[in-house]
Each structure stands twice: as C-alpha cells, then as structure tokens.
C-alpha cells in the first residue's frame, strides 16, 4: 500500500509540488499576519497618531481568517482538481481489482502528505 502511494507521489510531482509550494506560501503568510498582530511595539507606533489602536489588530484577525478560510478552499479545490485529472487512472485501478478502501486510503495518504510538506515548507 505504502509503495502505492510513493509511486502516485513520484507520478504526479508535478502537482503536488505546486500543491506543496502555493499552500507553503499560504501559510508562510498567515505566520507573518500573526506575528504582526503579536508586535506590540509595530502596534504602539501606530496607535501614536490616532485612537485606533484596537482597530488594527481586529483587522489583522479578519484579514488571517479569511486566508485561513482561502487556503482551505484552495486546497479542497486543488485535490479535488487532481482526482478529477486522475480518474481514468482510478477506473483502471478499480477494473483491475484494487478494493475502494485501499484507492481511498491511498488519496488520504497523498493528500496527508503533501499538506505536511506544505505546512513543513511554510513554517
């Protein structure tokens, strides 16, 4: 099962490199949101202008929600893109006798591992 999946790997590269690096980058982003709303000193400096010092972090909040939400959406989209792109690989997989459970098994272990190494290159 385990050389299944290392072969699909090997296979379709490709896209799960781009799988790995857009979502690295992602998450490479929402690190740095983070880290700005933690700066208390960027914050001071800000707020010395003005009476909007709370305003700034609440924004930094939504705008790192909504790339976490993005970045959810984009990966569901990108694997469903590559199982689409792969379907007649699967078909065959099935005529030849390869149980559902296993084909299913062998995609979450796909996906698992390429989130991983996009959270590992993000982080």
Same mark, same amino acid.
């Given at each position: 099962?385990?050389?299944?999946?290392?072969?699909? /790997?090997?296979?379709?590269?490709?896209?799960?490199? /781009?799988?790995?690096?857009?979502?690295?980058?992602?998450?490479?982003?929402? @690190? #740095?949101?983070?880290?700005?709303?933690?700066?208390?000193?960027?914050?001071?400096?800000?707020?010395?202008?003005?009476?909007?010092?709370?305003?700034?972090?609440?924004?930094?909040?939504?705008?790192?929600?909504?790339?976490?939400?993005?970045?959810?959406?984009?990966?569901? @989209?990108?694997?469903?893109?590559?199982? #689409?792109?792969?379907?007649?690989?699967?078909?065959? @997989?099935?005529?030849?006798?390869?149980?559902?459970?296993? /084909?299913?098994?062998?995609?979450?272990?796909?996906?698992?591992?390429?989130?991983? #190494? #996009?959270?590992?290159?993000?982080?």
């Amino acid at each position: 099962m385990w050389t299944q999946i290392k072969t699909d /790997l090997h296979r379709h590269r490709g896209m799960h490199q /781009l799988f790995a690096i857009v979502l690295g980058i992602l998450v490479a982003m929402m @690190y #740095a949101v983070a880290a700005l709303i933690e700066a208390q000193p960027l914050l001071n400096k800000i707020g010395q202008g003005s009476n909007m010092t709370s305003l700034f972090p609440a924004a930094l909040v939504v705008v790192l929600v909504v790339m976490m939400l993005f970045s959810v959406m984009f990966m569901v @989209y990108l694997n469903g893109l590559l199982i #689409a792109r792969r379907e007649h690989e699967f078909q065959l @997989y099935r005529r030849l006798g390869m149980p559902q459970w296993r /084909l299913n098994f062998s995609l979450v272990g796909e996906t698992l591992i390429s989130g991983c #190494a #996009a959270w590992q290159g993000g982080s």
